[in-house]
């Protein structure tokens, strides 16, 4: 076999070629180093003294079907210059790994299209060889993200399994790539972050959250002199949740039997936008008729309608001049969840206005969201939490859609 086929085909130069064996379906090619090549792994010197040699088979990218292993005689020295005995390093895999730097490769390659479990089937491999191969290719690229550069971010919390275990997740919305994964939901989990970037010394502009006060007194802390941004769905969901929580104290409350029976099923009704209601399904005009008996769900919902033009106003002034008259209504309605929400929402106005200096949101980081649950689902869950980590940290250099 030439030595240009070993080193295009299996990432092999520097030794040279004895022969080739078949042992029980595997393809063995075993190899030398010639002596004259060998020098100290310590220091480099070439002036050693040979020691005898240990045999070493290494795992390498398959032929065709055939699992191929390279069987090399790695030769131990004794170094004249520094009197260290060591066994000489060989370029083409690491100290104490099985495989060759060309597997792990072809490994990550493969990483791309399948699942851990498949990849390690088709290469009849051991399930925690795959995966320890990511772990140390994402760990060399993503273990520490570059936050120098971080202009505008985006905070928040994701659900990463039951029992209300969740990480918080730090998103900069100029690359979409994700710079901090922290453990809990707290203003703790963000700690080695707000560490990191002191020491990075970026100058963060604006920041996209939730209404969290966990957030807020987090941002206001460490980042005083950047914009801080209540991101507008979390506005709009929190507004849709008390509504659906008022449909049902309606329900409870009245004593007509029609009533109930116009109220009863309107949920998904009322929190839909009114273009997304289906005309074959009658849900304009049940939706009209449950509206027409109860005015004070109709004033919660005309209310609601309202509520998302808070965001659409030409600047800010003209959108401070509408929430005010937003929350005027709502506090002169004489509905008490009304008056109680408008009264919430007076108090995170100035987040709330922020928007028209940045128009930025938690939206992207949502995306990241379904992207993770993609990533668990098709993995089928996973045990190891930091590797889950890493695996988010690359998240933005990968494509994850359902199979099979």
Not at 28 to 35: A, N, S
Not at 73 to 84: D, L, T
Not at 278 to 292: G, K
Not at 350 to 367: H, K, R, V
Request: one cysteine or more; proline letters at 3%; hydrophobic letters at 40%.
């Amino acid at each position: 076999m030439s030595t240009s086929l070993l080193y295009h085909g299996f990432g092999v130069r520097g030794y040279k070629y004895l022969r080739t064996e078949y042992q029980g379906g595997d393809l063995v090619l075993h190899l030398e180093q010639p002596r004259e090549s060998c020098c100290c792994s310590s220091c480099g010197s070439a002036d050693v003294v040979f020691r005898g040699a240990a045999e070493r088979r290494i795992r390498t990218v398959p032929l065709g079907r055939k699992p191929v292993w390279l069987a090399l005689s790695v030769p131990r020295v004794a170094c004249r210059n520094c009197q260290a005995v060591r066994q000489v390093k060989i370029g083409l895999a690491e100290s104490r790994l099985s495989y060759s730097k060309s597997f792990a490769r072809y490994a990550l390659e493969l990483s791309r299209h399948m699942t851990i479990k498949d990849v390690a089937v088709h290469l009849g491999i051991s399930w925690d060889v795959i995966k320890e191969i990511q772990r140390t290719d994402l760990q060399r690229r993503f273990a520490k993200p570059k936050l120098k550069h971080l202009r505008q971010i985006a905070i928040d919390e994701i659900s990463v399994g039951s029992g209300h275990r969740y990480m918080t997740v730090v998103l900069d919305l100029d690359s979409g790539a994700v710079v901090h994964v922290g453990d809990g939901k707290d203003a703790a989990a963000l700690e080695p972050f707000w560490k990191r970037l002191r020491a990075s010394r970026a100058k963060i502009e604006a920041v996209a959250t939730d209404m969290s006060l966990a957030f807020i007194s987090a941002v206001t802390a460490h980042l005083p002199n950047a914009t801080h941004v209540f991101d507008r769905f979390h506005v709009i969901k929190l507004f849709n949740d008390k509504l659906s929580a008022f449909r049902r104290e309606l329900h409870r409350e009245t004593t007509d039997k029609l009533h109930k029976d116009v109220l009863k099923g309107t949920r998904w009704l009322l929190l839909k936008r009114p273009e997304h209601l289906d005309p074959t399904r009658n849900e304009p005009q049940r939706l009209e008729e449950a509206l027409r008996l109860n005015q004070p769900l109709a004033t919660a919902y005309y209310l609601k309608e309202q509520l998302g033009e808070v965001w659409e106003q030409e600047d800010r002034e003209e959108g401070e001049l509408f929430l005010q008259d937003w929350l005027q209504q709502a506090e002169t309605s004489g509905i008490r969840m009304l008056h109680d929400f408008a009264k919430t929402l007076r108090f995170y106005a100035w987040g709330i206005l922020a928007y028209y200096d940045y128009p930025i949101s938690t939206g992207p980081l949502e995306g990241t969201n379904n992207k993770i649950k993609t990533m668990k689902r098709q993995a089928y869950g996973f045990r190891d939490q930091e590797f889950l980590k890493l695996k988010i940290y690359a998240l933005h250099q990968s494509k994850y859609a359902l199979v099979g």
